[in-house]
C-alpha cells in the first residue's frame, strides 16, 4: 500500500452479492486498501439468507438490496445509488489487487467508454488449478476476457462484469443494465455502450478469482454462460465452436471418415494445449485433468448455447 492517495476522481464501487459470507470479508478489505481510494462502495445484495449482510456491516461501505434476483438487476442498483463520476465493479468472490482502480481509471481518454482487466483464478486443487489454466488459453474461452490475463492492452468487444469500470453518465446514457438478466448483463450492456465508443483491456488491472468450483460446478458454469449466450442471441466468435459442433456431428451421418479426422484435429488441438500448459505447471496428473477440463468445458457450453437458442425460438425462454 503506498504513502500517499489519490482522493480524485471519484469512483464508486459495486459489488452484488448474494450468500457471500465466506469470501466478502476479502473483497471489501482488498477495496478499502486501494492506491486509488474509492469514495464509496456499494454492496448490493439479493436478500442473502446466510450472514452477508452483517459480515459487510463490519465495513464502511454502504449496504442495499435489490429485488429483480438477477445479477442485471443488482449491477443496476448499484449504478442507481452510485454518487461517483465512475462507476467500477466486481463480485464478492474477487480480491482486486491494490492498485486495481488506479490502473483502470488511467486509461480513459477520449472516445473511451469503459475499461477492463484481467481475470487470475486461483484456489488449491486439482481440479480448481486445471480449470484455471485451462480457462486462460484460447481453447478454453475464445476471444473472451473472462477467466483470463492476457498480456497486451487492447481494443475489446466486451469486458467483464466482475473487473470493469464506466463513467457513470455514459451508464444512464444507454438506460444501464437489463435487470432482467441474470447471466451476460455485462456483455449484452458492453454492447450497447459500444454505440458511444470503444472499450479497452488493461493487463495492469488484476482481480484475483477464488471460485472454489469443483469440475461438477464447473460444468454446470459453462452451461449456463453458453445457455445466457443463446437465450440473449450474443453473437460473436464464442457461438462459432456450438455452430459448428452442429455441422461436425452431421459429418458423422454423411462422411464418417471426415468425421474421424475432425475429431483428431480437435484432439490434436486439446494435447498440443495440454502439453503447452505443461511448461507451465509441471505436474504429470495435468495430462488426463486438463484434456477434461477443455472437453467438459466445451460440450457443457455447446448444450447450454443451444438450450438458449432453442427456447429463445420456441419463446419459452426464462430469464
Known amino acids: 500500500?503506498?504513502?500517499?492517495?489519490?482522493?480524485?476522481?471519484?469512483?464508486?464501487?459495486?459489488?452484488?452479492?448474494?450468500?457471500g459470507a465466506p469470501k466478502i470479508a476479502r473483497c471489501l478489505q482488498a477495496l478499502l486498501d486501494q492506491?486509488?481510494?474509492?469514495?464509496?462502495?456499494?454492496?448490493?445484495?439479493?436478500?442473502?439468507?446466510?450472514?452477508?449482510?452483517?459480515?459487510?456491516?463490519?465495513?464502511?461501505?454502504?449496504?442495499?438490496?435489490?429485488?429483480?434476483r438477477t445479477v442485471g438487476g443488482a449491477r443496476q442498483i448499484g449504478v442507481e445509488h452510485a454518487q461517483g463520476d465512475y462507476v467500477a465493479f466486481t463480485d464478492a468472490d474477487c480480491?482486486?489487487?491494490?492498485?486495481?482502480?488506479?490502473?483502470?481509471?488511467?486509461?480513459?481518454?477520449?472516445?473511451?467508454?469503459?475499461?477492463?482487466?484481467?481475470?487470475?483464478?486461483?484456489?488449491?486443487?486439482?481440479?480448481?488449478?486445471?480449470?484455471?489454466?485451462?480457462?486462460?488459453?484460447?481453447?478454453?474461452?475464445?476471444?473472451?476476457?473472462?477467466?483470463?490475463?492476457?498480456?497486451e492492452k487492447k481494443f475489446v468487444k466486451s469486458i467483464s462484469g466482475c473487473n470493469s469500470i464506466y463513467r457513470k453518465k455514459d451508464l444512464v446514457t444507454i438506460g444501464g443494465f437489463d435487470v432482467r438478466l441474470s447471466v451476460n448483463e455485462d456483455t449484452e450492456l458492453n454492447r450497447?455502450?459500444?454505440?458511444?465508443?470503444?472499450?479497452?483491456?488493461?493487463?495492469?488491472?488484476?482481480?484475483?478469482?477464488?471460485?472454489?468450483?469443483?469440475?461438477?460446478e464447473f460444468a454446470r458454469r459453462m452451461h449456463f454462460f453458453g445457455y445466457g449466450r443463446g437465450a440473449n442471441r450474443l453473437w460473436d466468435l464464442q457461438v462459432v465452436p456450438p455452430v459448428a459442433a452442429i455441422g461436425v456431428f452431421l459429418t458423422a451421418l454423411i462422411a464418417p471418415q471426415a468425421f474421424f479426422a475432425l475429431l483428431l484435429i480437435y484432439g490434436g488441438?486439446?494435447?498440443?494445449?495440454?502439453?503447452?500448459?505443461?511448461?507451465?505447471?509441471?505436474?504429470?496428473?495435468?495430462?488426463?485433468?486438463?484434456?477434461?477440463?477443455?472437453?467438459?468445458?466445451?460440450?457443457?457450453?455447446?448444450?447450454?448455447?443451444?438450450?438458449?437458442?432453442?427456447?429463445?425460438?420456441?419463446?419459452?425462454?426464462?430469464?
Open 95 to 151: 480480491i482486486p489487487r491494490e492498485d486495481w482502480l488506479e490502473n483502470l481509471v488511467r486509461e480513459f481518454d477520449e472516445g473511451i467508454v469503459g475499461v477492463g482487466g484481467g481475470i487470475r483464478n486461483i484456489g488449491k486443487g486439482l481440479w480448481e488449478e486445471s480449470i484455471a489454466l485451462a480457462l486462460d488459453t484460447f481453447l478454453g474461452s475464445a476471444n473472451s476476457v473472462q477467466d483470463r490475463v492476457l498480456k
Open 269 to 319: 488441438l486439446i494435447g498440443g494445449y495440454t502439453m503447452l500448459l505443461l511448461t507451465r505447471a509441471r505436474k504429470p496428473e495435468y495430462l488426463i485433468s486438463i484434456p477434461i477440463v477443455f472437453i467438459l468445458g466445451h460440450v457443457s457450453y455447446a448444450f447450454g448455447f443451444w438450450k438458449g437458442t432453442l427456447e429463445t425460438i420456441s419463446g419459452t425462454v426464462t430469464r
Open 192 to 216: 450497447r455502450l459500444q454505440q458511444l465508443g470503444t472499450l479497452v483491456y488493461t493487463p495492469d488491472a488484476i482481480v484475483h478469482h477464488h471460485q472454489e468450483r469443483a469440475l461438477g
Open 35 to 68: 492506491t486509488l481510494q474509492p469514495c464509496e462502495v456499494i454492496v448490493v445484495d439479493g436478500h442473502s439468507t446466510d450472514s452477508t449482510v452483517e459480515v459487510a456491516g463490519r465495513f464502511p461501505v454502504a449496504v442495499t438490496y435489490e429485488d429483480y
Open 1 to 19: 500500500m503506498t504513502a500517499t492517495r489519490r482522493s480524485t476522481p471519484n469512483v464508486s464501487v459495486v459489488v452484488p452479492v448474494r450468500n
